[in-house]
């Protein structure tokens, strides 16, 4: 669903632009809060995962395919404001590098592909969880269902975006219908993606998944016919000590293998965005993208003959240079959090003795 330049008139991206740089700015302040020492490393890892899955297209329809768009999987494992800021990463590095996805269409895409999505899913993960047992094949079912309708939620999104600010004259209703029915099917494959993803981490690191934490109940004992609560375990280690090291190593390996090597047989057919806009006529004016010229442009090397190399190669560089860029940003976050973390804790500690004496 990457918007290309021309879709949409300038005002509109102006406009879309402005909010989405104000969300994102409200995210790097959220995402503070959600990191910590054991969790803001795999951050830019997520970021990396979602790009290399992202070169997956997978075949939907008669001539359509479909591929994730991550909002719902970096929610999940990472917090929503820390998954806006990775979906955003991915989509700058994109956009920059790969030519996908309009530059001047940047704040469409964020907003569709990385807001909409993520405060969908995690408004539908939050409410699932929060009725449904606490357990981990819940979580999972909880992923699926919160990834199922983020894809159609932002489909609907851009559809409005279109309305608002197309740069065709097309029946909008029928642009609607056909990108929400498009990406239904669509937002099957990224249900399972998130599911499998989530059910995987949940079942190596629990303590890592944003969405689990809370997840274990108090062991019960039974004593004299009732149920009480059974003495707390003492860790051996605490649990922020727990190396993340085999975990990251683990994804990244993944990522590589998945943009360096599978991503040669993704569905080469235009995904759901590219059929319907085809179909609609909402093409029309489409403009050639500033970064045409990259050397990565269209997930290609330039000067490699060989398609499988050449794509390979661009992908295992996608994926090394989001994952460096990724984590540079939330090394960043978690370095200002420090300081604010400091600062609180002197305060409180002041008014606390203001209070003694």
């Not at 909402?282 to 060989?306: F, N, Q, R």
Request: charged content about 15%.
């Amino acid at each position: 669903m990457h918007v290309p330049d021309g879709f949409i008139d300038a005002p509109v991206s102006a406009v879309t632009g402005v909010v989405a740089a104000g969300a994102v700015a409200v995210s790097l302040r959220g995402a503070r809060r959600e990191q910590d020492q054991r969790t803001a490393p795999l951050a830019g890892l997520v970021a990396a995962f979602i790009f290399a899955v992202q070169m997956l297209n997978f075949p939907v329809a008669a001539g359509t395919s479909g591929h994730l768009l991550g909002g719902a999987l970096a929610a999940i494992l990472v917090g929503p404001y820390t998954g806006v800021l990775c979906v955003s990463v991915v989509l700058l590095m994109q956009g920059i590098l790969f030519a996908d996805g309009g530059l001047t269409a940047l704040g469409v895409n964020v907003l569709d592909m990385g807001i909409v999505t993520t405060v969908v899913a995690y408004a539908v993960f939050r409410g699932l969880t929060g009725v449904l047992p606490r357990s981990r094949r819940s979580t999972t079912v909880a992923s699926f269902v919160a990834a199922l309708l983020s894809v159609p939620a932002a489909a609907c999104a851009f559809t409005l975006i279109y309305w608002i600010g197309g740069t065709t004259d097309i029946p909008i209703g029928k642009a609607f219908t056909a990108m929400v029915g498009v990406h239904t099917l669509i937002g099957v494959g990224e249900a399972v993606i998130t599911a499998l993803t989530v059910g995987a981490v949940l079942a190596v690191r629990p303590d890592l998944v944003h969405g689990a934490r809370g997840l274990a109940a108090p062991l019960k004992l039974r004593v004299d016919g009732e149920l009480v609560d059974a003495p707390a375990r003492q860790p051996v280690a605490p649990v922020a000590a727990r190396s993340n090291r085999g975990l990251w190593a683990v994804g990244l390996a993944t990522a590589l293998v998945l943009a360096g090597f599978v991503s040669f047989y993704a569905s080469s057919s235009p995904d759901g965005l590219e059929k319907v806009a085809a179909d609609q006529g909402i093409d029309k004016k489409t403009e050639e993208h500033a970064a045409k010229d990259s050397p990565l442009a269209d997930y290609g090397v330039k000067d490699v003959s060989d398609a499988r190399l050449s794509g390979g190669l661009a992908g295992v560089i996608g994926v090394g240079v989001t994952v460096a860029v990724g984590s540079g940003v939330f090394y960043m976050i978690r370095r200002r959090r420090t300081p604010d973390a400091t600062i609180a804790a002197a305060t409180a500690g002041s008014a606390r003795g203001g209070e003694d004496a």
